[in-house]
């Protein structure tokens, strides 16, 4: 069965430091991976995805098939990136469902 | 465009109580699913469907059930509530491809 591991549940950064939130996943076919993110008294919304290899808001993620990792980067944190950020492996076809992992709260400290 | 609603905000309610928790998008998705988050847990998928008058089962999916008479609209039942089942309910939709899901902005659910 399909798995994504977060293993930090919560990740503080000073601002201005380098960010890595880290994800990996077990599944036996192609992966697609994503990262959403949810701010405060927001709703949950995709950041992006590992197929469109764009940077959104300074943030990048590789896909790593032999490490099994889609760690999600960004040089310099800033305050406003503070939030709870998911990874999620999509199961293509039936539904496109979509297996989250626990989550990381990031907090960025001034 | 409204995206993704969900009715209501806040509920709570007694063990062995009934509810229903609707879910309306106006983007003419064919997929729609609903999910619980749990601290520590993640989002885990309760039941899905890909297009009007069908459901199926997702991760966890036991003391629900759902329907989808519209394209528009996915209800979850509760039929006799438990403790176990206070949570935040979240419902998405999406274009069958291989795209983003939208998510409403969620249900806080208290069983006492």
């Known amino acids: 069965a399909q798995r994504v591991t977060q293993p930090e549940k919560l990740l503080s950064v000073f601002k201005g430091a380098p960010v890595e939130l880290k994800c990996n996943y077990s599944?036996?076919?192609?992966?697609?991976l994503f990262w959403y993110v949810q701010y405060s008294r927001q709703r949950l919304q995709l950041l992006l995805r590992?197929?469109s290899r764009e940077s959104i808001k300074g943030f990048t993620a590789d896909l790593n098939k032999g490490e099994t990792s889609f760690h999600l980067k960004k040089p310099f944190a800033q305050e406003e990136d503070s939030a709870m950020y998911y990874c999620?492996?999509?199961?293509?076809?039936?539904?496109?469902?979509?297996?989250f992992g626990t989550g990381t709260q990031q907090k960025v400290e001034l | 465009n409204a995206g993704v609603t969900q009715t209501p905000k806040f509920r709570v309610l007694k063990t062995g109580q009934s509810m229903t928790l609707l879910c309306a998008q106006d983007?003419?998705?064919?997929?729609m699913y609903w999910y619980r988050q749990d601290p520590g847990m993640g989002l885990r998928l309760i039941h899905y469907?890909?297009?009007?008058?069908?459901?199926a089962k997702g991760e966890v999916p036991d003391g629900y059930n759902v329907s989808r008479l519209k394209k528009q609209n996915f209800l979850l039942g509760l039929e006799s509530a438990a403790p176990s089942q206070t949570s935040v309910y979240f419902c998405?939709?999406?274009?069958?491809?291989?795209?983003?899901?939208?998510f409403g902005p969620g249900t806080r659910l208290t069983v006492l």
């Open positions: 998405a939709s999406s274009y069958p491809t291989l795209d983003e899901q939208f």
């Open positions: 599944y036996s076919g192609s992966p697609e």
């Open positions: 999620a492996l999509v199961i293509t076809g039936g539904g496109n469902k979509l297996t």
């Open positions: 590992h197929i």
């Open positions: 983007m003419n998705h064919e997929y």
């Open positions: 469907s890909v297009g009007e008058g069908t459901t």
